[in-house]
């Protein structure tokens, strides 16, 4: 109890929720025993369909060692679920290993060829230890989690301000499911279209109704549809604001109607509601009854009506298997059911709409309120049914199996025409993810947002800009890079063919743009003479700290080396009176800001009949929406069209030296271009 309230209480401190998280995940490994599983279960086989791949449930374990005929199979229409999902794998192929949904010590040690996970709380933990090739299908019982809590929130609010009560959260979901949901090839729910609307962000989603088990309990009782139209049922489990039980104790304690309360209240909501629960004389705390029990049967033939103005549901089930009984569904538009022509929808959802709806109904005549539950029970029949859900499940599983195997040839299709497009992350702290774990990730942050068509991204903003210059900062001052003495610095030497097409020149006035610890310039001194040399980067004082700065003390080389004059800024802002005989910018565009402004900054800083020398990589126009779009790499914001670099080279340029060089890339092998040119306009 101690720890109850505490949590309770925890929750409505945001800074604090992770903490107790990560307590409550220690205290359920150490305290709690081993969680149960199942392994290589078989429900079903199908002779024409041998076993030959394997499956794996996160759910719900306990449903497999409940005999269908124990009364406690029905307390949750999930233990059904559970049973049919494996049959349902088993009927497509697959053996299937069955854990629990909170089970945060499994670690998959086979190969599966499906995975199917429920909630967040060891989805990403058991995803990152599957193969690439694992199909993982996201199970959904309810709507969208954020949505979820965002509704709940609303609904302790709003009880705070009629009443001025600060109770806790009764069903906020804690363990965030962005992941599991961002990673799914597909996410099955059970609900309708409002449900499904709540995962807009996300697709493929395709929801399921629940399911009625077959009853016959309707057709044996001879009901008294004049006396119970005056009675409506709240059967609900737990959460009494979340599913909206204050609402109508509030509304029927002003009205003749009679409530009837089947569900566990926990003892603050009591305690609260005290008056209305136990000193009100139309409402009725019944208290848990388990479905199909004599209780409950007793409980469908003296009401017209099931009653729930819940603030999220996926589908509520509890309602179904009342409508399986003949009871008229009375439903907030959040309980995910589409009623039809027989029951209503509870919108808006106060206070004021529930009694006003509550009235409506009573007055209705015994032959409608007939009407409406024939009609009832027959959709429970029609659309909820166990064959209905069973052969939709199985539909959706393999149209998710297809989709995922379609998409592998495509990228294969792909592949052999030498688009081989991999996700791939690069965060801030120089982390990388590829595959599933950087399609999350790409959820998540990308930089689509500055891509222009047909250009790439030419322009980002200094937000976007600084977080680069961060990224550079880590590399070489605190990260690997600080043991580094050059920067590929001789490799470039080496592809511009030694700078022999300038060797020997005497250029007056030199300027490397974008210079890193290192500099080119050491390397083209030993072909070319500069009488004065400018070093521009925006990090350069920085850079000047490093241990092997090429340039430390602002002479390249040694004590003694060539004096030099160094610049902290960024190229496109970067301003001078005159002009330069010898421009160097080797593999410097990716980290800018604007290529426009750079190169118009390159051609205005080159004097007439100077020399530029520029590196850089040449994605392909075709290319560059997927590069973009697969591909995120904190340290280079820019990601420029070849067109765009060619026409600025050849436009300004008369070309003394060109040479392709093939590089890495997730996307492919790329030219790059080493290029020395004289500018026009002498």
């Known amino acids: 109890m101690i720890f109850d309230s505490v949590k309770n209480k925890m929750r409505r401190i945001p800074y604090l929720i992770r903490l107790w998280r990560l307590i409550n995940q220690w205290m359920t490994v150490i305290i709690q025993p081993r969680p149960k599983r199942i392994y290589n279960l078989i429900l079903?086989?199908?002779?024409?369909?041998?076993?030959?791949?394997?499956?794996?449930?996160?759910?719900?374990?306990?449903?497999?060692?409940?005999?269908?005929?124990?009364?406690?199979?029905?307390?949750?229409?999930?233990?059904?679920?559970?049973?049919?999902?494996?049959?349902?794998?088993?009927?497509?192929?697959?053996?299937?290993?069955?854990?629990?949904?909170?089970?945060?010590?499994?670690?998959?040690?086979?190969?599966?060829?499906?995975?199917?996970?429920?909630?967040?709380?060891?989805?990403?933990?058991?995803?990152?230890?599957?193969?690439?090739?694992?199909?993982?299908?996201?199970?959904?019982?309810?709507?969208?989690?954020?949505?979820?809590?965002?509704?709940?929130?609303?609904?302790?609010?709003?009880?705070?301000?009629r009443r001025g009560i600060d109770l806790p959260f009764d069903r906020f979901i804690q363990d965030s499911e962005e992941y599991a949901l961002l990673v799914s090839d597909g996410i099955i729910g059970i609900g309708n279209d409002f449900t499904r609307r709540?995962?807009?962000?996300?697709?493929?989603?395709?929801?399921?109704?629940?399911?009625?088990?077959?009853?016959?309990?309707?057709?044996?009782c001879d009901k008294d549809f004049e006396k119970g139209k005056k009675h409506f049922l709240y059967f609900a489990g737990s959460g009494p604001v979340h599913k909206g039980l204050d609402l109508l104790l509030e509304a029927f304690s002003g009205m003749k109607e009679h409530l009837w309360i089947c569900s566990r209240i926990d003892q603050r909501f009591e305690e609260i509601y005290s008056e209305e629960l136990h000193n009100t004389p139309n409402i009725h705390l019944v208290g848990w009854t388990r479905p199909r029990s004599a209780g409950f049967y007793e409980l469908m033939d003296i009401c017209n009506y099931v009653i729930l103005p819940s603030c999220s549901e996926g589908q509520a089930h509890s309602v179904v298997e009342c409508m399986n009984k003949g009871l008229v569904p009375?439903?907030?538009?959040?309980?995910?059911?589409?009623?039809?022509?027989?029951?209503?929808?509870?919108d808006p959802c106060t206070i004021k709409e529930i009694t006003k709806v509550v009235l409506k109904l009573s007055s209705l005549s015994a032959n409608k309120c007939k009407v409406m539950s024939r009609n009832a029970r027959r959709a429970a029949i029609r659309d909820f049914s166990e064959e209905v859900f069973s052969d939709n499940f199985k539909k959706v599983i393999l149209h998710m199996i297809d989709q995922r195997l379609s998409q592998e040839g495509d990228m294969k299709k792909n592949q052999n025409q030498?688009?081989?497009?991999?996700?791939?992350?690069?965060?801030?702290?120089?982390?990388?993810?590829?595959?599933?774990?950087?399609?999350?990730?790409?959820?998540?942050?990308?930089?689509?947002?500055?891509?222009?068509?047909?250009?790439?991204?030419?322009?980002?903003?200094?937000?976007?800009?600084?977080?680069?210059?961060?990224?550079?900062?880590?590399?070489?001052?605190?990260?690997?890079?600080?043991?580094?003495?050059?920067?590929?610095?001789?490799?470039?030497?080496?592809?511009?063919?030694?700078?022999?097409?300038?060797?020997?020149?005497?250029?007056?006035?030199?300027?490397?743009?974008?210079?890193?610890?290192?500099?080119?310039?050491?390397?083209?001194?030993?072909?070319?003479?500069?009488?004065?040399?400018t070093l521009l980067d925006p990090l350069i004082n920085e850079y000047l700290t490093h241990p092997n700065c090429t340039y430390k003390h602002k002479r390249l080389g040694k004590w003694l080396g060539k004096k030099v004059e160094t610049v902290a800024e960024p190229i496109e802002s970067f301003s001078s009176n005159q002009v330069y005989d010898l421009v160097v910018v080797i593999n410097v565009l990716e980290h800018c800001f604007s290529a426009l402004k750079i190169f118009d900054r390159v051609i205005s800083l080159v004097a007439p009949n100077g020399v530029l020398v520029f590196h850089d990589k040449l994605i392909p126009d075709s290319q560059i929406y997927e590069f973009?779009?697969?591909?995120?790499?904190?340290?280079?914001?820019?990601?420029?069209?070849?067109?765009?670099?060619?026409?600025f080279l050849f436009e300004n340029y008369d070309e003394l030296f060109q040479k392709r060089v093939p590089i890495p890339s997730p996307i492919g092998a790329f030219d790059s271009i080493y290029f020395l040119g004289r500018k026009r306009g002498g």
């Open 418 to 533: 030498g688009l081989n497009i991999a996700p791939t992350f690069i965060g801030e702290d120089h982390k990388m993810y590829t595959g599933r774990e950087a399609v999350f990730q790409l959820k998540a942050k990308n930089d689509e947002r500055y891509l222009e068509e047909k250009k790439g991204i030419v322009e980002v903003d200094m937000e976007r800009w600084k977080e680069a210059q961060g990224y550079e900062h880590l590399f070489w001052m605190e990260g690997d890079g600080l043991h580094s003495v050059e920067d590929r610095n001789r490799e470039h030497e080496i592809h511009f063919g030694n700078y022999a097409v300038i060797q020997s020149q005497y250029f007056s006035n030199a300027i490397e743009l974008g210079c890193g610890p290192f500099t080119n310039m050491i390397r083209i001194l030993n072909h070319v003479r500069c009488k004065k040399i």
């Open 198 to 220: 709540t995962y807009k962000e996300f697709s493929p989603v395709i929801m399921l109704n629940a399911t009625a088990i077959f009853d016959d309990h309707y057709e044996k």
């Open 628 to 647: 973009v779009t697969n591909i995120y790499d904190s340290g280079h914001p820019l990601r420029v069209a070849k067109s765009l670099i060619l026409r």
């Open 44 to 161: 079903e086989k199908n002779k024409s369909q041998p076993i030959f791949k394997r499956a794996l449930l996160s759910y719900i374990v306990h449903p497999f060692f409940i005999d269908k005929r124990n009364p406690g199979f029905f307390e949750h229409i999930n233990n059904w679920h559970a049973q049919e999902i494996v049959r349902i794998l088993n009927q497509i192929g697959c053996t299937v290993d069955v854990i629990d949904y909170k089970d945060i010590r499994f670690v998959p040690r086979r190969r599966y060829d499906l995975f199917i996970g429920h909630g967040g709380t060891n989805f990403e933990k058991i995803s990152q230890h599957l193969q690439n090739s694992t199909i993982r299908i996201y199970f959904s019982t309810g709507s969208y989690w954020k949505y979820h809590n965002k509704q709940e929130i609303e609904r302790f609010d709003a009880l705070k301000k």
């Open 330 to 346: 009375v439903v907030s538009r959040a309980c995910g059911l589409d009623v039809g022509n027989y029951g209503i929808i509870i």
